[in-house]
């Protein structure tokens, strides 16, 4: 059985950084890319961040280019997301997602597992 469980959220202050983990369990790791997409209250689930399976092709959504830094770890079956310069518009549930295609893909059809989410909350 696959499990995939975010943490590092939580609320912090614009301009703040946070450090999302996600650990995954029952696949082989390796093999998928991973990524993090993000939904805000009443908006749909978008891509932020995603990184291949050998950690070699990274790919950002414009808005936080720059910003944020996706990162895997295949010996600890973890995948990060460094998060700096926060704004309020960040504000979110950050959800991490695995693709066994393997290579990085922008939408949510493109990846086969899920993990339940994290909050994260940016004050003016």
């Known amino acids: 059985q696959v499990q995939m469980v975010e943490s590092g959220g939580g609320l912090v202050q614009a301009g703040g950084s946070l450090r999302l983990s996600c650990a995954a369990s029952g696949l082989t790791f390796s093999s998928y890319a991973m990524a993090w997409f993000r939904q805000a209250p009443g908006k749909e689930r978008e891509f932020v961040g995603g990184?291949?399976?050998?950690?070699?092709?990274?790919a950002y959504a414009d808005s936080v280019k720059g910003r944020f830094t996706i990162s895997r770890d295949n010996a600890k079956n973890t995948v990060y997301l460094q998060m700096n310069s926060l704004k309020p518009e960040d504000t979110a549930v950050y959800y991490c997602a695995a693709a066994e295609l393997g290579r990085v893909g922008l939408r949510t059809d493109e990846y086969d597992y899920w993990g339940q989410g994290t909050q994260v909350t940016v004050s003016s």
């Open positions: 990184i291949s399976w050998s950690g070699s092709n990274t």
